[in-house]
Each structure stands twice: as structure tokens, then as C-alpha cells.
């Protein structure tokens, strides 16, 4: 398996370690480790991700994500996705997702979705959703929002140190 790819060599079809570039296509590929300008990656399997540009990903799948610009998922997904401008899922799914500017979800899900407006789309559904602005269309769900995890973690507290002090009681410390 190559270790290095440099532009002028073609990432289709192909195992690599690990592609350099500043503009990496790749395509019905395992990759390891992609940094780049900018990334197109269709019907492929990449570890990680780390562009100053845009990411595009369509049926395809990886473990991190990191785009300087915005992130467009069709018909694929990750565990991590990181984008410095706005993140748009359609038919596609996420772990944890921090993006600077607006996320956008269409039948997809994700499980953390940070950002400064998350919008749920029809057939979307999102675990928890940390946003200052968050909306809604018909058919979607948002299980938490930053009151719930709040109330959740107030609640926490006050259980956690109730045994704790129930605890140092029963002991005599």
C-alpha cells in the first residue's frame, strides 16, 4: 500500500496511507489521512480529513472530518465533523458535529450538533442540539436542546452530591 500520494498520481480505486495535495478528488478509495486545499470524496472510506476549503462527501464515509470552509454530506457520513463555515447533511449521518455557521439536516441524523443555527429539515433526528437558533420542520425531532442538557446537568449534580454527602455520612468522613 503507497504511503504518499502527490497530485499528479490518481486515487481511484486504490488503498493509500496518506494523499498531500491541494486539490484531492478521490474516488471508490480507502484512505488514511487526507490533507488538502479542498476535498471531493465519493464512494470512498477515508480515516481523516483535513482541508483548509471546502469537504464534499457523497456516498462515502470517514472517521474525522476537518474543513477550513463549509462541509456538504450527501448519502455518506462520520463520527467527528469540524467546519469553520456551515455544514449540510442530506440522506446522511454524523456523531458529534461543530460547525461556526449554520447546520442544515435532511433525512439524516446526528447525535452532537454544535452551531450557531442548526435546522432540523423533514425526516431528520438529532440527539442534542447546542444552538443559540434552532428550526424545526414538520417530521423532524430534536431530543435536547441546550435547556435540556442544562436541567440535565443541574439534575446531575444535585444526585451526585447527595450520594456523595449520604456517602461521607455513612462512613464518618
Do not use: C, Y
Request: net charge positive; hydrophobic share 45%.
Amino acid at each position: 500500500m503507497p504511503t504518499t500520494v502527490h497530485p499528479e498520481r490518481a486515487t481511484r480505486r486504490t488503498a493509500i496511507a496518506r494523499v498531500d495535495t491541494d486539490g484531492a478528488n478521490i474516488a471508490q478509495s480507502a484512505v488514511g489521512l487526507v490533507r488538502t486545499g479542498q476535498a471531493t470524496i465519493g464512494q470512498a472510506a477515508v480515516g481523516a480529513v483535513v482541508a483548509s476549503g471546502d469537504v464534499s462527501l457523497s456516498r462515502g464515509g470517514g472517521r474525522t472530518f476537518l474543513a477550513g470552509r463549509d462541509l456538504h454530506v450527501r448519502q455518506g457520513g462520520g463520527g467527528f465533523m469540524v467546519a469553520g463555515g456551515d455544514v449540510a447533511i442530506r440522506e446522511g449521518g454524523v456523531g458529534t458535529m461543530l460547525a461556526l455557521g449554520a447546520v442544515r439536516i435532511e433525512r439524516g441524523m446526528s447525535l452532537l450538533a454544535f452551531a450557531k443555527q442548526v435546522e432540523a429539515r423533514e425526516g431528520t433526528t438529532i440527539g442534542v442540539a447546542l444552538s443559540p437558533r434552532i428550526v424545526m420542520a414538520p417530521g423532524a425531532r430534536v431530543l435536547a436542546g441546550w435547556r435540556e442538557v442544562a436541567a440535565g446537568g443541574a439534575v446531575a449534580g444535585l444526585v451526585i452530591g447527595l450520594v456523595l454527602a449520604v456517602v461521607r455520612r455513612l462512613t464518618g468522613r
